[in-house]
């Protein structure tokens, strides 16, 4: 059974960046929090396996190219600017129905807007979220980061759900 409405445009499509506006909300509030109330590389245990660590990355994720002299700064803010205008180029693209793309779509440049305002304002990216176990630590993140995963595996599930109809 298809759907007939599926080859008709979404209406509306770029209506989703309210989402995008929200992930940058957050992730810039929260950052701005753990400026204010946190010190620089002391953890303050919120859980065993998490806690609130202000750090500075440079780099991209997992702190990739932080040790390389600031030019990645503009690297990757470029990067991340690209990205944007892609993906919501591919957002006003979309068909109806494909509401999960769109919402998978808004989260990711949300988090590559958050963490780009820090890259150009800052310098660096802030990060806050710390977990670990044991003497073994994930690399620290931030809400941006997080919105950027999430978004990604929304793409994932989707592109396999296509895969599976035999799109």
Do not use: C
Request: no cysteine; glycine share 8%.
């Amino acid at each position: 059974m298809t759907n007939p409405d599926a080859a008709l445009p979404m209406r509306h499509p770029l209506r989703w960046l309210w989402l995008s506006a929200l992930v940058i909300l957050l992730d810039l509030g929260t950052k701005a929090l753990a400026v204010s109330w946190l010190d620089y590389a002391r953890p303050v245990e919120v859980l065993p396996v998490f806690d609130l660590t202000l750090l500075h990355n440079t780099g991209a994720a997992f702190s990739f190219l932080a040790d390389h002299g600031g030019w990645q700064r503009w690297l990757f803010a470029a990067i991340a600017v690209g990205a944007s205008i892609g993906l919501t180029v591919w957002l006003s693209r979309l068909k109806a129905g494909e509401t999960m793309l769109a919402v998978s779509l808004a989260a990711i440049i949300g988090g590559a807007l958050g963490n780009l305002f820090d890259r150009l304002v800052h310098g660096y990216v802030i990060d806050f979220l710390s977990f670990h176990w044991q003497s073994y630590y994930f690399p620290a993140f931030n809400l941006a980061d997080t919105a950027i995963t999430l978004g990604a595996i929304g793409l994932i599930i989707e592109s396999l759900r296509d895969a599976r109809r035999g799109k």
